[in-house]
């Protein structure tokens, strides 16, 4: 009889998964509840859903499925560099950019390196660093003091930097806190930070933006060889579940992420869909206006029953429920209610709500009434 049991890798042994927001369909099994009848504010996914555009496409395309999509996505990237003022072969396309961050960490990190990034980043940040055998560095996040409170301090960052530091995560604006760095603040980390350390610049929520001092990444590409930086269609462009996002860079590192890219990964209806969506500027405004009216009516609802949130850019908010925040999650949970739980970010008070509809901003709010009032 065999007695062992096949062993990972050391780094694997250690590593907790990713939680994902909790899906409608598993939500609806547990409870017994109509899907039709619950809210999911847990993802960051568009309410609004895909332009018109991208579905067309999609139907368009679905005939022929049956061949393997185009590998260098050629399309959708000569789309994308003439949107953006780069050339093609700046560009990198991934299975969302989830998949970007992990070939950034495939090429550049591993035993002996390091990855820095900051308390409250984006969890794919350490596990992408972790599964690769590399050593996260975190940097402590802002108090308040002199900085957005619970925002990256780059500061910290740099000091954090070792010899043995290869990339740097900055997520502007960053999930879950929705804080971002100013232009001049980045500015003053790139100028800084030495040139062998890759600096990711993850802009997954850049559509959404509203802010005079966010920085454009994409034009340092140039003076700064070691930036990267990261998009998706997953948030504003609303095709989360078709898995499509991507990285600019030099020349030179999109050629280093493409030799570990996998030959097909990014299928071929979502090549399709992106690259419509890029046509679509008024569904992306449309997007945006909606988004600039939710959070509006998230804070207003927030400081109505007297609790404190984070600022936020992005297409979702951090609010504190003044108590642990589990406990409200799964009470919410039973009225139909899903939103985000952030112990893991080391915010355990906080809940992560995502912009819905107008309607379903007010049933959370209603619903988060209700289970603060204990009942
Ligand atoms: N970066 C950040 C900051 C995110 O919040 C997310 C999605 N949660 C991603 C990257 C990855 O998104 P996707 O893989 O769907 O592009």
Same mark, same amino acid.
């Given at each position: ?20 927001? #909790? ?16 809210? #999911?504010?847990?993802?960051?996914? /568009? ?37 953006l ?5 700046? $560009? ?5 950019s ?28 350490? $596990? ?42 900055i997520a502007n604006p960053n999930n879950?806190?929705?804080?971002w760095v ?19 610049v993850d802009e997954a929520y850049c559509e959404y933006v509203e802010a005079?001092?966010y920085p454009n990444a994409l ?10 930086v990261t998009r998706t269609f997953s948030k504003a462009y ?7 996002g991507y990285?600019v ?17 990014? /299928? ?16 992306l405004?449309?997007?945006r ?24 850019l992005g297409n ?18 039973? #009225? ?12 355990? /008070? ?10 379903? /901003? ?14």
């Amino acid at each position: 009889m065999q007695t062992m049991r096949p062993e990972p890798m050391p780094p694997i042994e250690g590593l907790t998964p990713y939680q994902p927001g #909790k899906p409608i369909e598993e939500l609806a099994r547990e409870l017994g509840l109509d899907p039709r009848r619950i809210v #999911k504010l847990a993802s960051n996914e /568009n309410p609004l859903g895909p332009s018109p555009k991208a579905m067309a496409a999609i139907t368009q395309g679905w005939a022929e499925i049956a061949r393997y999509p185009d590998g260098n996505g050629f399309a959708l990237k000569q789309k994308l560099a003439a949107k953006l003022s780069v050339k093609m072969a700046q $560009i990198t396309l991934g299975n969302g950019s989830n998949d970007v961050l992990d070939l950034i960490a495939r090429v550049f990190l591993g035993p002996g390196r390091s990855a820095v990034f900051a308390e409250h980043a984006f969890a794919v940040y350490p $596990i992408a660093t972790q599964a690769v055998g590399a050593r996260a560095r975190v940097a402590p996040a802002h108090d308040g003091s002199c900085g957005p409170r619970f925002g990256h301090d780059l500061e910290a960052m740099l000091a954090q930097v070792a010899d043995d530091t290869a990339v740097v995560f900055i997520a502007n604006p960053n999930n879950p806190t929705g804080t971002w760095v100013s232009r001049e603040a980045l500015w003053g980390f790139l100028k800084a930070v030495p040139g062998r350390v890759i600096v990711v610049v993850d802009e997954a929520y850049c559509e959404y933006v509203e802010a005079e001092d966010y920085p454009n990444a994409l034009a340092w590409l140039e003076e700064f060889p070691n930036l990267i930086v990261t998009r998706t269609f997953s948030k504003a462009y609303g095709l989360a579940g078709l898995r499509v996002g991507y990285a600019v860079s030099s020349p030179e590192v999109a050629e280093l992420l493409n030799r570990v890219r996998q030959p097909f990964n990014v /299928n071929r209806l979502a090549l399709l869909a992106a690259e419509a969506a890029l046509d679509d500027e008024a569904h992306l405004e449309a997007s945006r206006v909606l988004n600039r009216a939710g959070l509006a009516q998230l804070a207003e609802g927030f400081r109505a029953l007297g609790l404190d949130f984070i600022p936020s850019l992005g297409n979702f908010i951090a609010v504190d429920v003044g108590r642990e925040a589990g406990p409200v999650f799964a009470a919410l949970l039973k #009225k139909g209610v899903i939103v985000r739980p952030v112990a893991n970010y080391g915010l355990p /008070n906080h809940l992560r709500v995502s912009v819905g509809t107008p309607e379903e /901003n007010a049933r959370f709010l209603a619903a988060l009434e209700e289970v603060l009032a204990g009942a």
